[in-house]
């Protein structure tokens, strides 16, 4: 019997062979980041450059503008058109830009971030802007042609590869209000944190036992090392296939709990893409609903879960028994040493509270650069500006540890910062439905009994992968779209309760 | 100005293409048997396929046919003529059998190998014949088709895809031969060594100090660690690119003289990948030339260099360093240990001595087989007849370390194991050349500098990858094509000297 669906099914073959492609994409750079010798980067990128291209050539294949067009008359079940949906998302992502823009985006963002490393090292701004005003040129060509084509706003139109349906008509409301009480509460926990005994562990912690130690938790949150692993790289990532999650970390013998919270975070990551459902892989619908609920996911296992009393009890015995006794493993002295609030000049190394203030101060600047209202020499005095104002810091001069900090900009990540912030929000807003739904979690936790909050995870998150949109997958996980609301409740029953 | 040789240019690309899809593959192998965990194995298995259905595509490309005719009329110099000659082989490999026919032969082989891996343990002879005369029939009807086509006899077409212009009509002679002196010569060297006094090592070996110690190895034979890695994996192999060459061996804690000499000739295979001359890659010139000479360098690190006197004196204090010292280490005896004849059930354990007849034997039965002479039901006998005239051993009962013990027949990999008493002829042969051309050669191994052997073995056989016929580069390296006098000249001097 004839298909009924001949499009529709000729679509699901094409991106099937393009998540195999993805497959071997993904392998590549797990392997450049976390084994390859250095002799080997050249022809990597040579290899990783043709894959790009074979990528490409089969999202700008006519035959698949021709399919989208005939599958959408198709008589195709709801599940299809979700599925047909997140492919014309993919292939407008691809087809948008004319490749004369997007290889001279390459180019100056691949320019960029190679001299950015060595600039941020020198505190080398004035060698970076060089360079980095090409990179805002061919960004903002981006955003004018993609946000002409979408009807919204240019910075929207960037925001949308990594936070689909996100707009700064809904984000700058909610940071706005983020603006009138963050710093007043920085403000109040570090008046009653002044008087916190905090005990500092004493190293070395070798790096055996802390790898040890990272398995043992990520065992507890029930990654599943059948089908991932976990290695070191310089900087941590969650990479690989649903089917063979690739999560680093990496460890320092001074000091564990950096490289211990890192890899609970990356197992969030992992647990997603473990989590997507197989049935599906290889269709757009699998694939992650956005950044932000893949923060929300990693945010959900370092911030919600590992700084929980209840786990920190837990996790106190672990530790012991990776390093020996001290006093600073007391779990009381645990949870006080991964509440401090201290402002900081690294958003990388911020504390909970003091993360949105990087985020809002990041995004306030790229906003303005991507829409022309400001230039990139006019970065560092808002920098200065708004560190003083959101953290009461001096950042004069400091460019390193300022607006050369990121990797972002160099490679034109604009539209990025956002998803970090709402991943904490979305967090907490699942952390408030899970406790409605599941009246016993936090004696759970306290009882090491993590089942249920995984179990309201897989069904609500992960299993949904693609399926709704990001507002229907709120709706359907808590009852409300985002509603920042639980955020502020959160850290103020943490760090005020 | 227009090039005057578009049609080779045109295949340069395109063959450069291909080597950037081969290095994907490369890596995803490497990866799969070195680390991948045991869940990932579908997934990589599907993206493998795409890999290779799209090197395939681009392999029986009708262009790709069209540019080789035409660049054949070209103004080409002789290393693009080489270039050529050398892509018509890739070309010819790829395009010589049906579709159809390919496809048969990967499902047979894949479902041969697949149950191979229990039915080998099992000793279950008769459950492998189910699946192994699939792989025959279809290895015959290639072997036929290859052979009408090129006008060679059917097994050496098959060979010709390891060994280019190898045929029986020059192997049977070698074989021949062999046949006449290796038993005496086996039995001879066995009564020598009845009263010699071997101490074995006794250990337990912890892995990291066998591993540490491979690598001190490894860094005097001057393998690239900045273009290349270590690993484990369960069937040692050399694999990676010429720009990461990724090794593997495997530990046992009971015994480190194995892993150590499986990592000394994998290094051997090594060098002559990390020494394939780097602004040929990506063109087919700049392979390797052929298994046979990949061998020869392997065994000429693992059998000539690894066994010389005066590379186990250099040795020795390395060993002690890493397990502390024993009377089994002084350098007589290991010497007298890596050279002990002891004949055996199992190829890849057998003594330089007796490797041969391993050889010789399977030689003999897969050449008949696929000639149509013999039937797979009738491997069993003659397996029984010829270990027991070659190496007096009863093999009778005993297929799990019989016929069932490589994985080469369940795989259709017929015409390999030549391959490797070829290469341990070509290894003689280059090692007399040496000693010929460098008259320091010995002295200078006895004072463990070994620049001067992999000076020669760089200019002589690493550097010329496939610019010249098998033939020709034995002649230019040693004045003569494969002689086979100077391995029994080699072996006497080495066994009864």
């Known amino acids: 019997m004839a298909s009924s669906t001949p499009a529709y099914d000729q679509l699901a073959r094409s991106f099937t062979r393009l998540h195999h492609l993805d497959h071997l994409q993904s392998i590549a750079y797990w392997d450049q980041a976390a084994v390859m010798p ?6 990597r990128a ?15 294949d006519p035959a698949l503008a021709q399919a989208l067009s005939a599958a959408a008359g198709e008589p195709l079940d709801d599940f299809q058109r979700a599925n047909l949906r997140e492919m014309g998302r993919e292939w407008r992502a691809a087809n948008a830009l004319p490749e004369a823009l997007v290889q001279r985006s390459q180019l100056a963002t691949s320019r960029c971030e190679h001299a950015w490393r060595q600039q941020r090292p020198a505190n080398d701004w004035a060698g970076f802007l060089d360079n980095f005003r090409a990179v805002v040129d061919t960004a903002r060509e981006q955003a004018q042609r993609l946000s002409q084509q979408a009807g919204v706003r240019p910075y929207d139109a960037l925001m949308d590869r990594f936070e689909p349906g996100m707009t700064c008509a809904r984000l700058d409301p909610l940071f706005a209000d983020l603006r009138t009480w963050l710093p007043g509460l920085v403000q109040q926990v570090r008046a009653r944190q002044r008087q916190d005994v905090v005990l500092q562990p004493q190293g070395p912690f070798p790096v055996e036992a802390q790898r040890a130690l990272c398995v043992q938790v990520m065992q507890w949150l029930q990654f599943d090392f059948n089908a991932g692993r976990l290695d070191v790289s310089t900087h941590p990532f969650a990479g690989g296939v649903p089917e063979d999650v690739r999560l680093t970390t990496r460890y320092e013998t001074g000091e564990f709990i950096t490289s211990l919270l890192g890899a609970i975070h990356e197992t969030g990551h992992g647990r997603y893409e473990q989590g997507r459902p197989r049935a599906w892989l290889g269709q757009p619908v699998s694939q992650a609903r956005s950044m932000a609920i893949h923060e929300s996911q990693s945010l959900s296992f370092e911030m919600q879960l590992a700084r929980h009393p209840g786990f920190l009890a837990r996790l106190a015995p672990m530790i012991r028994q990776a390093f020996g006794d001290q006093p600073a493993f007391a779990p009381d002295n645990l949870l006080r040493l991964v509440t401090r609030v201290q402002p900081g000049l690294i958003r990388v190394d911020a504390d909970e509270l003091t993360y949105a203030a990087h985020v809002m101060l990041r995004y306030d600047i790229e906003r303005r650069l991507i829409e022309g209202e400001i230039a990139p020499d006019d970065i560092p005095a808002l920098w200065d500006a708004g560190m003083a104002e959101l953290l009461g810091l001096d950042t004069r001069g400091n460019f390193s540890d300022g607006p050369l900090q990121d990797v972002h900009w160099p490679e034109a990540m604009f539209g990025y910062f956002p998803c970090y912030t709402l991943g904490a929000m979305y967090a907490a807003q699942w952390f408030a439905a899970m406790r409605r739904d599941l009246p016993g979690l936090d004696a759970g936790i306290d009882a090491g009994d993590l089942a249920p909050l995984f179990g309201w995870l897989q069904q609500h998150i992960w299993q949904q992968a693609s399926r709704w949109t990001t507002d229907e997958l709120a ?4 009852g409300e779209v985002l509603n920042p609301a639980h955020y502020r409740a959160h850290l103020e029953a943490r760090y005020l309760g």
Do not use: D, P
């Open 475 to 478: 709706v359907r996980a808590s």
């Open 46 to 60: 040579g290899a990783l450059a043709e894959v790009a291209t074979l990528m490409h050539q089969a999202r700008t």
């Open 38 to 43: 250095a002799g080997g980067a050249e022809a």
